[in-house]
């Protein structure tokens, strides 16, 4: 009997969510998967599956779930702080960016750009009160909180066969941007405070972990394709570049020559540092063609503006005397002559 409950309850949950689902719902949904015991537990996987049902219904629910989710991050950030609780809802939120529906997920980010009712970014936890009893929470919600802000600035993500068609599709200037930012998720992973304690804390360490691994795999794939198009790069593009793979070399030489502390995260591979390497190398040859080139055209089009922008005025000009122009804006133009 208990077994036919458990299956029941699951394909329940699994279930589209139906539209009559209401602000009501999704508060105690959130309720129960950020339980404030037993505090050190993460939010159990059935409970992040009755949130995640949320986004398989209308436009509303998912907006109420979001809503409702955000407010109780809000809340236990608020006064001293509930970082167990803190943590459990950024846990769970970064399950549904990752697993949701796009409506969930669009409403997600919606919510956490700006609350609807302070105005002010719930993510803004960088002040966050450390306790003495719960530090290892709190560091991590302040830790969570960046790096949630980190990667609602990430595309979405694409399979294996659409993300070379989607690479190879965007202009240059958008490769450089998505560039830098999966280089600053993975160089803040990396910056992440020790875990130590509860297995709450551990499954927000698994969480980044993963999100470090996949940052990597797209700075790898970025790379590729900027050595492809170096060539076609403007001075600009080639500039901004240039800032980042340097970025990307600069973070991975410190983590490797900092000494060894008890927990440490996978240095970034050796081959895509050489890529970024190498690339890099060639984008400062880019800049100093094209800073060249463009000293060229500067100068030329001084001369030409020096040459054209002569006006002859006779000393004694007449009445029905005329100032030419020599830009050829004005050809036929007349203009009465300075008494």
Known sequence: MGIKLRRLAATLLLSPCPAAYSATDAHQAVMRATAHHPSTSPPSAHHLDALLAFGRGSRLSAAAVAAALVDRLR???????????ALKCLV????LLAKGAFILRDQLVVALARHPAS???PLALASFPLGRRSFAAASWVRFSARLLELLLLLPDAHDAGEEYEYLSALPNSHLVAELAAFAAVADAVRGAPPPQGSALVWEAVRLAEEDRVCAERNVAA???EMGDRIDTLSLADAVELVCVLRRVEESAAAKSA??????KWAAMDEGVVCAARRVREKAEEVVLRRTGEERRV??????EA???????????????????FGSRRWDGARSAAWH
């Open 75 to 85: 809340a236990s950030a608020s006064g001293q702080g509930d970082p167990y609780v």
């Open 92 to 95: 769970a939120l970064r399950v």
């Open 119 to 121: 105005g002010r970014n």
């Open 222 to 224: 970025r790379v590729r």
């Open 258 to 263: 900092s000494p060894a502390p008890e927990w």
């Open 298 to 303: 500067l100068r030329r089009d001084a001369d």
């Open 306 to 324: 020096t040459a054209s922008a002569r006006v002859g005025v006779p000393r004694r000009a007449g009445a029905g005397d005329a100032v030419r």
